[in-house]
């Protein structure tokens, strides 16, 4: 990931976990983006920030009595508080350190409170100056609450239900038959609005949802379930540049089998498919953590590894060879066995980017194949040269015939 990606954490209490949660079946990855985007940005949080103070300052002043002053320090010390945690979590999230997810939730619902307080003082106080401006607030405060926070969607329908249910009693306490319609009006508000959130939200998932299969589609064999060769030169790039800034080497075993083909043309290619998936099933199995696999095309596959000594890398390779020699029951009757011969390059001896890596595993392999098959072979200086020879040979013998046409 990029060093200016911000990470925030889930939230941990379960209060704050209830109104965070977005349905069930949501992968933790997506969960955490929605998080993000209840943090916003900072723009946005000082435009909801001016506005209900701005308009408790404005009550205070007009109506300088001991519940609109106390609305007024409730709202600042509410939004500085956020400002801090904000600010605090952004801090974290860019450190990839936890991030004051609970409390800042907390705060919103605090948020709500204070304009839910402040539209029922305003009502009852039959300043209806006041009462509309405070009213006008709220309404507006809902409108944003739906549309920045519906990742989120119980939190969002909390914050509008405490932030309007006010109205309801605040209209009664009016004394005016006027105000009474409102009880009817906020219900259906709600209703609108908290819909509105839930439907917003479920297709924020499905969009997150298809941009996630799209992307794995697109980096991931579709047999196999491993990389394909995209998502390998990207990962493998990725880990290289990792490895060489921690100091620690990684192994990269370039695998081929031997007799697919022989497989494949004697019982059909639904077999040699089969066949195919089930090497891959053993070359999961044998993954340490942090390895990677990939299947780069035919029976070619690749397998990125943390290195140890040259030794041990080649007793790795030797046990991959073994897992993938056992005989395969493929259904009907029908079983198989297969070899693998495998080339190794090693970092950084013998590359540091991800060309050089797989061109000499690939002299390695050429060289553990013509050797007798089904064996592990580390890159050399040899098995490069011949690979560098093999190369000009090839461009040699297109000239020619370009010349002879």
């Known amino acids: 990931?990029?060093?200016?990606?911000?990470?925030?954490?889930?939230?941990?209490?379960?209060?704050?976990?209830?109104?965070?949660?977005?349905?069930?079946?949501?992968?933790?990855?997506?969960?955490?983006?929605?998080?993000?985007?209840?943090?916003?940005?900072?723009?946005?949080?000082?435009?909801?920030?001016?506005?209900?103070?701005?308009?408790?300052?404005?009550?205070?002043?007009?109506?300088?009595?001991?519940?609109?002053?106390?609305?007024?320090?409730?709202?600042?010390?509410?939004?500085?508080?956020?400002?801090?945690?904000?600010?605090?979590?952004?801090?974290?999230?860019?450190?990839?350190?936890?991030?004051?997810?609970?409390?800042?939730?907390?705060?919103?619902?605090?948020?709500?409170?204070?304009?839910?307080?402040?539209?029922?003082?305003?009502?009852?106080?039959?300043?209806?100056?006041?009462?509309?401006?405070?009213?006008?607030?709220?309404?507006?405060?809902?409108?944003?609450?739906?549309?920045?926070?519906?990742?989120?969607?119980?939190?969002?329908?909390?914050?509008?239900?405490?932030?309007?249910?006010?109205?309801?009693?605040?209209?009664?306490?009016?004394?005016?038959p006027v105000f009474y319609v409102v009880v009817m009006q906020v219900p259906l508000y709600f209703g609108a609005m908290s819909a509105a959130v839930f439907t917003l939200n479920r297709m924020l998932v499905a969009t997150m949802r298809a941009e996630r299969e799209n992307s794995r589609r697109a980096s991931h064999d579709a047999l196999t379930g491993l990389l394909n060769r995209e998502g390998l030169i990207e990962t493998v790039g990725a880990e290289l540049v990792a490895a060489a800034a921690a100091g620690q080497p990684r192994a990269l075993l370039f695998l081929d089998l031997d007799n697919f083909k022989t497989v494949n043309d004697t019982f059909g290619h639904a077999v040699g498919d089969q066949l195919l998936k089930a090497v891959a099933d053993r070359l999961k199995a044998e993954l340490a953590p942090g390895d990677v696999a990939a299947r780069i095309g035919g029976d070619e596959f690749v397998v990125l590894a943390a290195a140890a000594t040259q030794e041990l890398t080649i007793e790795r390779g030797e046990r991959l060879i073994s897992a993938i020699a056992r005989t395969y029951p493929l259904g009907e009757g029908i079983s198989a066995a297969v070899g693998a011969s495998i080339g190794i390059a090693m970092t950084p001896e013998h590359g540091s980017n991800p060309e050089g890596l797989f061109a000499a595993a690939g002299a390695a392999l050429y060289e553990a194949k013509s050797g007798g098959r089904s064996r592990c072979c580390l890159a050399s200086a040899s098995s490069s040269l011949a690979a560098l020879r093999r190369v000009q040979v090839g461009i040699g013998a297109c000239t020619a015939g370009s010349v002879a046409a």
């Open 1 to 176: 990931m990029q060093s200016q990606t911000r990470v925030y954490s889930l939230p941990r209490w379960r209060l704050t976990r209830w109104l965070a949660d977005c349905g069930p079946g949501v992968p933790d990855d997506i969960r955490i983006e929605l998080i993000a985007n209840l943090f916003g940005n900072l723009p946005i949080f000082f435009g909801g920030v001016i506005n209900t103070v701005a308009v408790a300052a404005a009550v205070a002043l007009r109506k300088p009595a001991a519940p609109f002053i106390a609305w007024l320090a409730f709202e600042i010390v509410v939004c500085t508080a956020r400002l801090i945690v904000l600010v605090i979590a952004r801090r974290d999230a860019l450190r990839r350190a936890e991030t004051p997810t609970d409390v800042y939730l907390i705060l919103g619902i605090a948020w709500s409170v204070s304009v839910s307080y402040g539209v029922v003082v305003s009502l009852a106080s039959r300043d209806f100056m006041i009462a509309t401006v405070a009213c006008l607030s709220a309404a507006a405060m809902v409108g944003g609450i739906c549309f920045r926070n519906f990742s989120a969607p119980r939190f969002a329908a909390t914050m509008i239900v405490i932030s309007l249910g006010s109205t309801v009693p605040g209209a009664l306490l009016a004394g005016d």
